[in-house]
C-alpha cells in the first residue's frame, strides 16, 4: 500500500474534507484512513491507497465531485 496525508488548503474546511472522503470511502472499502496532523498543514488524514493511480484517481473525485482544494503530502511506503 501507498500512503500519502491529504490536507484541506483551508484549515475551516477541514469537516467539509471528511465528509468527502467518508462519503467516497463507501464506494471503495480498497482505502485506509486515519487522521493526521502537522504543524505546517494542520489537521488532515492520512491515506492507504493500493498504489499511485488509485491515489490520483481518489484525488481526482475529490476535487471534481466535492469541489475540495486539498494539499498532498509525498506518497510513501513503509518498510520492515
Same mark, same amino acid.
Not at 491515506?47 to 498532498?72: A, P
Given at each position: 500500500?501507498?500512503?500519502?496525508?491529504?490536507?484541506? !488548503?483551508? *484549515? !475551516?474546511?477541514?469537516?467539509?474534507?471528511?465528509?468527502?472522503?467518508?462519503?467516497?470511502?463507501?464506494?471503495? @472499502? @480498497?482505502? /485506509?484512513? /486515519?487522521?493526521?496532523?502537522?504543524?505546517?498543514?494542520?489537521?488532515?488524514?492520512?491515506?492507504?491507497?493500493?498504489?499511485?493511480?488509485?491515489?490520483?484517481?481518489?484525488? !481526482?473525485?475529490?476535487?471534481?465531485?466535492?469541489?475540495?482544494?486539498?494539499?498532498? /503530502?509525498? *506518497?510513501?511506503? *513503509?518498510?520492515?
Amino acid at each position: 500500500m501507498v500512503f500519502s496525508g491529504f490536507f484541506p !488548503e483551508d *484549515p !475551516e474546511s477541514f469537516i467539509l474534507l471528511r465528509k468527502s472522503i467518508e462519503k467516497l470511502s463507501i464506494n471503495d @472499502s @480498497s482505502v /485506509t484512513i /486515519t487522521d493526521d496532523s502537522s504543524p505546517a498543514l494542520g489537521q488532515g488524514f492520512r491515506l492507504g491507497f493500493l498504489g499511485l493511480l488509485h491515489m490520483e484517481v481518489f484525488k !481526482e473525485r475529490l476535487e471534481k465531485e466535492f469541489n475540495q482544494s486539498i494539499i498532498i /503530502t509525498s *506518497p510513501n511506503v *513503509p518498510y520492515k
